[in-house]
């Protein structure tokens, strides 16, 4: 059973054999229309219509006083619309979306990160938006790596709310312990080479005591990230641009998936990345034991905001290494809302309505709630002047080069778990599969599973 958020909510999810959904209203009551939106304030004789609208935390809203903020003031442009809400629990998230799928009970409206979202229009799940939009949703405003990952085959999939990416945390205060302050990320640039990145590690594990020069992450699927932005920062990416060729095996990547290895498995790294979790490396960078951690979601910058972190650290975000110290390629990410494709156009249209209205950025309380409260980082430039704080302002400007968006290829989700069995057996103490042997194997198995994604998407 679905853990809905809301005492107040009567929406009932029951899963058996298939997923069947005992919807009931949670909206809220409507108000005299409003202004600064994108959608039409609907006539009083328009006809009633209920959406869907199912949401993972990956926008951090899972309150239902935040839910019935937002529904409220849509009321006010669209009195006519009644919209049961959820918020889904990131437990079994996959599955439940695929039994909803299978059985027809898939939400009309649907927010989670883009690793969901890409593949559920490439399944034709999700609805293409070209046709919705008009001159007043100003698309041109939305930056281009928020662009390149809304736009599949040439055609708008999604509205991303969040746009990031994934970099590293620095401890420099233990960089100035271990005395190896000039093995630091260049500041104005967070740039650094991988030699300077493996002599720092040791020299801060040396340390002891506890503390270690770097720790990584490889015990989840979704750890994928953490792993992959050591290899592809100046190597090769996943596939070539049309998602046709698996291209991440070659030689500088075994290099670099062997040194990866080597070090994270060295007695200067927390031992035993396979089964370590994030919240467990989260907690020790943040006890100042970790000198280099991964940057989860940007756990620790909402917490510096929030005056939650007890011991304050002196830290940078930082690129990951490269061979030259040039800036690492990246990995666009980030959040957004989708709508289901279906027979019911007036349901199909009204859902599209509501998910620009959500995404414009004219809505006041929207974005104070994503971008001051969550500090999710804005996908329209117009939103930009929200981030305030050094840090986030910082980050803002990392993404100099990008990677092609690898959720976009076919059979995604199923690649993914291929690449993380293998790269986890990799990490694994005197493991028997070398850096070398789980590239192959991933290729092997990947490339099939390819070819497989792309024949179906010619059906």
Known sequence: MFGWVGKKSKNIFILGMALSIVASGCSANSTPSGSGTTAPA??????????????????????????????????????????????????????????SIASGSFPDLYVDAINRLVPLYNRGVSAELDSYIDEDYNLADYRNDAKDIMTINGKLAMFLMEVRSEVLLVNKDLFAKAGVENLLPDAKTKTWTRANF?????????????????????SELSNDKFVDGYIYSDGDEYTNKDYTKITYNTPANV??????????????????????????????????????????????????????VKEKINFMLAHFPTDDGSASK????????????????????????FAMWFSSGKSELVNKMLYQKYLKFPSRKSLQNLITDDIGKAWLEMPVKTIVNPVAMPNYQQIRKVWFTY??????????????????????????LLDEGNKELKK
């Open 330 to 353: 990246l990995a666009p990410t980030g959040s957004g809302i989708v709508v289901k494709r279906q027979e019911d156009k007036v349901k199909e249209k009204e859902a599209a309505k």
């Open 42 to 99: 609907a006539t009083s004789d328009a006809k009633p219509v209920t959406l869907e609208w199912w949401s993972s935390s990956s926008l951090g809203i899972t309150q239902d006083d935040e839910f019935k903020q937002i529904i409220s003031e849509y009321k006010k442009v669209a009195p006519n619309v009644t919209i049961n809400y959820n918020s889904i629990p990131n437990v079994g998230i996959d599955e439940k979306i695929n039994v």
């Open 198 to 218: 493996s002599k720092a590690v040791e020299a801060i594990g040396k340390l002891g005591n506890g503390v270690y020069g770097m720790g990584l992450v490889a």
């Open 423 to 448: 790269y986890q057996q990799a990490m694994l103490t005197n493991s028997k599969v070398t850096a070398k042997d789980a590239l192959a194997f991933f290729e092997k198995d990947a490339q099939k």
């Open 255 to 308: 290099k670099k998936l062997e040194w990866l290895v080597q070090l994270a498995t060295s007695p200067y790294a927390v031992p035993g990345p396979s089964g370590t979790k994030v919240t467990e490396m989260y907690e020790l960078f943040k006890q100042g034991k970790v000198g280099v951690a991964m940057n989860d979601r940007g756990d620790y910058r909402r917490e510096i905001s929030e005056g939650t």
